[in-house]
Each structure stands twice: as structure tokens, then as C-alpha cells.
């Protein structure tokens, strides 16, 4: 746990800020732009995130200190996973290694005794196979009884994972009826865990202000706000709501999760002294939900306008040359998150309607089982050699790393949270000049058709999209020459956003105000 050489704070600055995060910050360009713009602006900022594995680290963004803190997750496997259920399934053995020891163990016995057999065979001895008759026989009715109380050992296993038996949902909704908003602590005990790694770091931190990012790390930093406002300490918490969580397609497949999710969050947003959020419709969405009494201020998250001299002495990545093809050769860009519902596949499934077309993807884990599967179609339908896989490279640097592309693609499909904002990748593509060839979900589509600066594809629909690539390609220029309206990119910086950030900061800490804050976009 990082308790030691907890820091104090800078001298001059405004105040301490402590921000929240359940990532591992880097991937996360939101967080990094937060935490980079407030030091500058004369906060002491600590950023905290979630270790990947068991080491902790931290670093500087600037002036920004990233702290990532190991989680111990004992809580997230839950409590009836670890009990026996005799009812259940009378014949699984009881939860624990003993399973797969018996089956292997049985399998050991078996496989001896074939080679204690070849062995007689070799000797010719008789008498030396007679007396493997019986204990054979026993290996192999015992291997039989142990396979079956195996296969309900597993079994048990699902369906307790699944939770989709009548028990697992009438004790889910008791919960919620005896316990009603507090119930995540027995839906999602994970939760806690969280909150025992950050709480004592932030505890110790001591800051001014907490800025949670996204619902989980909003419970953790309400909590810690509440245990310093018990010591007389006035902590003020921001809530920076990334989605709408009803709207979300849960991350665990684990049917409890997403309810826990969102009676976390009911229960901590209204501690929350400001809420920032990605997009106005978003802001009146929270509003109506959580009965807040004021209208969240819009943060996007756009690109720098103008980056650190460290940062622009790094050479940047030609993406053409990873992708091994010239200057000539029509190129498409997908950046961001991959998952099926962000739609990828129809890049792939209409290579071979669009000849000549490469596709790259930019993604957090090139390895990963979606990305694998994508590479995989396209073996099969003979364009693999057009498709290639890339890491992320450094968030200060997407867009000119995507500029050389033809255009950018955002292929989402049709789920509530993907209708109500412009992504974080709509504006890195309008910075990068690429034209556009985007699904018809509403914001982005309505944007998207209001400027110009792409093609609109109906969500899902090869042949639709096969329509919009083509007609990109043919007319590059028409879409390109949208960029250069004067006023349409000043507004879709983060010097722009920063701006509006740093407003709700010196709100809530007015004795932090100094002429630093004064900054224009």
C-alpha cells in the first residue's frame, strides 16, 4: 500500500487535488490532459490509478505526479463461490483445487499401470499381468466416478458464474429490496476492495479536492470525502462522469455486476459538490437521473492544441511505414477502444468489395481475443496482408500519427452511451483533417452531416459502408477542406476544456484563485 513518503504540498501552489482513476492511466488520455493542465495551472496534482499487477509505480505527467496503486481483490471472487453445495450438486467436490487434483491424479494411476503392463507384456511374465487385472478394473470405475463428480464440480462452477437460476435471481432481487442503494456491497463486494487500496493513499494525501473519475472511483472518493469532513476537514469532491452507466454494455459478464454499478453510483452522486461530464445531452441525462441541482459542465476530450517542447522533440511514428506501404496506397484508421460493439469487423468483412483499401487498427492490446479474431476473418477472406494491428502510441502524438491516413473510421453500433457524445476520437480524426466514415449514431452522425467533413453509413450495414468508403475516396478533398472554417477546430481543443475545468476547481476552492487560473484557450 503507498503510504510512505506521502508528499506535501508544493509551495505555491493552489491546493491539492487528488485524482481518481480505475485504469492504469496510461491509454487513458482524458486523465493524463486532466492531470498535465491542472499542474500547470498551478494545482499540486497526484493522480492515482490501478497497478496492472503487483507492482506499484509512479511517474510525472509535468508536474502531475501518476501514482499506481496494487489492488488486492479477495472480494471479487464472491463468498458462495468458495461453499460447498450439497443440494446443488450432491457429487461436486468441494470448491478448491480438489477437483482438478482428483482428475489428474486418477489420470496418473491410469497411465502407470498401461506402462506397468507394456512392461509385463515385454517380460513375458503371466503372472505379472494377472495381477494388474484388478487394480485396472478399479482404475478405470474409479476414473469413471471421479469424471462425473468432476464434471458437476464444473458445472456448479458455471452456474454460478452464469446466475441465472431462479435462487441466484430471487436472492438478487432481495437484496435490493431489503438493502435498496446500499445493496452493491453484497452484489459487488469488489467495490470495497477499491476502496481499501485507495482510501488509506488518499486518506494520507490530505487533498483539497478529489476529482473521481467515472462511477467507480466515485464511491471511492465520496467515502474519502465523508472521512475527512468527519475530522473537520473541508474536501470537496468533483464527479467526472465519462457515460451513462445505465447505458453501458457491462464489462464483467457477471449478472450482478452492472446492477451494483449502478446503485454504487446513486448512492455516492449525491456527495459529489460539482459533476463535469463529456456532452451537454449527457449533463441533462444526470440531471434527470440523479436529481442534480445544477447542469454539469462539459469537459470534451479533445486534443492539444499545442504540445510541451519535451513532447514535440519525440519523433512521432509514421504510421505508413509500420503499415509497410507508400504514400499512394488508400489507407483507413480506426483509433481507440476494440470490442464487438464498437463495430470493427465490417472493416474487415468489405476488404474485398473495396480493392486495394488497407485498414489499420490502433489499438491498447494488438494481442488481445477480438483483435486475434479480426486477424483470423481476415485470413479467411483473403486480406490479411491488408490488415495490420498497431499499438498506441503516446496520447500527445495520435494526431499527427493518424494524419497520413485517407480517413478515419468510427464503426459503433447502436448502444445507448454511443449516441449522446462525440468521442474522444472524433476529435483527434478532425485535428488529424481526415475525412470521416461514421455508423448513424446520433450525435456523431448529426455532427458528422451538419459540417460535412465525412460520410454517415447506416450502423452494421457492409454494403452501406462499402457506399461511404467509396464515396470518401473518390472526393477527399471535398471533406478535408471543411477544416479550414475558421472557428470549427479552436473550439475542439483541450486549452479550450482546460478552461472550464479549472473554473469548477477555483468555484469550489476560491482561495486557490491566482492569475495562473487566468488563462484563455
Known sequence: MVLENMPKPRAGTRGRIVMLVDNGVNGDSRVQKEARSAAEAGWDVILLGKAPGKQEQSWQIGDAEVRLIRVHGPMNRRRYEYRHAPLRAPLAYRTGPLAGYRKQKMKAWRADLNIR???????????????????RMGAKGLSRWVG??????????????????????????????????????????????????????????????????????????ARATLRARAKKRDVKLV?????????????????????AQ?????????????????????????VERHGLTATPEVVLNAPDAEVSPEQAAEPVPDLRELCGIGP????????????????????????????DLHVAFVVLRPTSAYMLELAGRAEALG??????????????????????????????HHWPNHEIALITKFFEYSHARLPFVVSDVKTMGEMVAKTGQGEVFKAEDVD?????????????????????????????????QAVVLDSVYTRLLPGGRHKTAEVTP
Open 262 to 286: 449502478i446503485l454504487h453510483e446513486q448512492a455516492h452522486s449525491k456527495y459529489a459538490d460539482a459533476v463535469t461530464t463529456v456532452s451537454a445531452t449527457l449533463a441533462d441525462m444526470l
Open 148 to 221: 462425473l463428480r468432476y464434471k458437476q464440480t464444473r458445472a456448479l462452477e458455471q452456474r454460478r458464474k452464469a446466475m441465472n437460476a431462479p435462487l441466484d435471481r430471487f436472492t438478487t432481487a432481495m437484496w435490493q429490496r431489503v438493502m435498496g442503494e446500499r445493496a452493491w456491497r453484497k452484489l459487488d463486494p469488489y467495490l470495497l476492495d477499491m476502496e481499501l487500496a485507495y482510501g488509506p493513499v488518499i486518506d494520507g494525501l490530505k487533498p483539497d479536492l478529489i476529482h473521481a473519475n467515472d462511477f467507480r472511483m466515485l464511491g471511492v472518493g
Open 239 to 259: 464527479w467526472d462522469a465519462h457515460e451513462f452507466l445505465p447505458g453501458i454494455k457491462p464489462w464483467s459478464p457477471h449478472p450482478r455486476w452492472h446492477v
Open 117 to 135: 503392463l507394456i512392461e509385463a507384456n515385454a517380460a513375458g511374465s503371466p503372472a505379472a499381468k494377472a495381477r494388474l487385472v484388478f487394480p
Open 383 to 412: 486480406v490479411a496482408d491488408r490488415l495490420h494491428i498497431l499499438p498506441y502510441v503516446p496520447h500527445y502524438q495520435v494526431v499527427p500519427f493518424l494524419s497520413t491516413a485517407d480517413f478515419g473510421v468510427i464503426p459503433i
Open 464 to 496: 452501406d459502408y462499402v457506399r461511404a468508403v467509396k464515396a470518401v475516396l473518390a472526393e477527399p478533398k471535398k471533406y478535408r477542406d471543411v477544416y479550414g472554417e475558421p472557428g470549427l477546430l479552436d473550439q475542439w481543443t483541450w486549452e479550450a
Open 328 to 355: 499512394d496506397v488508400p489507407l483507413s484508421v480506426y483509433s481507440g477502444a476494440a470490442a464487438p460493439q464498437r463495430g470493427l469487423d465490417i472493416m474487415v468483412e468489405s476488404l474485398p468489395q473495396i480493392p
